[in-house]
């Protein structure tokens, strides 16, 4: 590091003798930049007491939806914060930067159902510019996607996580209590058809609903660049969660090799959240996660910022700290940073285990975000 910050003051004096070829002294700067930043630590705010570091942060833009699924909205609904207390697209766009600057180089857009959210267009094209951001992700209820599915490429989204818990349109009505089974299903075709490779589909498997699906599910696979995520059945408050309705990772696991005995496992990045695997001949992959049966909290690289702007360093964690107060009360970004690593500091080392859970108060997912 010595070796290379000296290298870095050196070049720094060349460039007062190279003002008069200022793109020669602008490709030596940039350079020598970004040589620094892979060298040095990752940012120490980010970096929690177990030494993970965490470079992906999901921002929630919205807390509406226009579905009502069993396992993210209660029955009853919510009671949504006001407008005046959520973050503006400038307040976002500000912590999106700070969070990019110290190291966050994936950011994802959930909601509520993001793509409701008027300005959503407008925050992705400004995050697009943020400089060390590689990925800009969106996970989506579908309902929408098709006909925003071009200017969100345009404007920069990079990866597609698209809902659908069932392939059955009567039963699609059933778990998001909304009709749409065939919006979303067309949003899928036209994500394949504009390249996304692949398109990622998330499917929460719940006992007694669509636990009698997963083949057909993994069937799509054959001939579509799919990769679809099975997940495990989470406590959250209002869902009327309870331990019968969670079909594990190994069951449905099982259930998948009676079909395919020859399904092998596909190797990941250490940070993924999903276990990998693939039918042999099949075009795309399937996925479990696990956060249930077989946690990965060892190697948890997120965070999360509500629509209200409350940083939760674990999706299971009740404890939050409110960034929009901070911010709204004139913070600067170094204040801002302390308390960003004093929450990320205060991450447990796994979270309580889904019996525990389930008695803890939390948000509903609905406003968390995912």
Same mark, same amino acid.
């Given at each position: ?45 980010? *970096? ?13 833009? *919205? ?65 697009? $510019?943020?400089?060390?951001?590689? *990925? ?53 075709? $036209? ?29 799509? *696979? ?22 019968? #309705? ?10 998948? $090799?009676? $079909? ?31 956060? #249930?049966?077989?946690?990965?909290? %060892? ?9 209200? %702007? ?49 008695? #803890? ?8 975000? %995912?």
């Amino acid at each position: 590091v010595v070796h290379v910050f000296m290298s870095y003051l050196v070049r720094r004096q060349m460039l007062k003798s190279l003002r008069t070829d200022t793109e020669h002294a602008g490709f030596i700067f940039k350079y020598h930049r970004r040589v620094l930043k892979d060298v040095l630590p990752f940012s120490a705010f980010l *970096t929690d007491s177990f030494e993970r570091r965490h470079n992906y942060l999901r921002i929630s833009l *919205t807390e509406k939806c226009n579905l009502r699924c069993q396992y993210c909205m209660p029955q009853e609904g919510v009671t949504l914060t006001p407008r005046s207390h959520l973050l503006t697209a400038e307040e976002l766009l500000m912590l999106a930067r700070l969070f990019v600057r110290e190291g966050v180089n994936k950011i994802r857009l959930t909601g509520g159902e993001p793509l409701i959210r008027p300005d959503v267009l407008h925050i992705i094209a400004e995050l697009r $510019k943020l400089e060390g951001l590689k *990925t800009i992700a969106v996970t989506t209820n579908g309902m929408n996607l098709t006909r925003l599915l071009p200017s969100l490429k345009k404007a920069g989204v990079d990866l597609l996580n698209i809902s659908l818990d069932t392939l059955v349109p009567a039963k699609f009505e059933l778990i998001t209590r909304r009709k749409g089974f065939h919006k979303v299903m067309e949003g899928i075709e $036209k994500a394949i058809e504009m390249g996304y490779n692949p398109v990622k589909v998330n499917c929460v498997v719940m006992r007694g609903l669509n636990e009698d699906e997963v083949i057909d599910f993994v069937s799509l *696979t054959e001939r579509k660049p799919l990769d679809v995520r099975f997940i495990e059945y989470m406590p959250f408050d209002g869902n009327r969660w309870n331990f019968k #309705m969670m079909v594990s990772y190994q069951e449905m696991l099982d259930c998948l $090799k009676q $079909k395919w005995p020859n399904l092998e496992p596909v190797p990941g990045e250490e940070t993924d959240t999903a276990k990998g695997f693939r039918v042999p001949g099949f075009r795309g992959q399937l996925g479990f996660i696990t956060s #249930m049966s077989e946690h990965f909290c %060892g190697s948890c690289n997120r965070l999360r910022i509500t629509a209200d %702007g409350n940083l939760k360093v674990c999706l299971f964690g009740n404890s939050e700290v409110s960034l929009r107060d901070f911010l709204r009360s004139g913070a600067t970004e170094e204040e801002l940073l302390h308390i960003i690593g004093a929450a990320v500091g205060r991450k447990k080392k796994q979270h309580a285990g889904m019996f525990n859970i389930s008695q #803890m108060k939390n948000r509903p997912m609905i406003l968390i975000g %995912g």
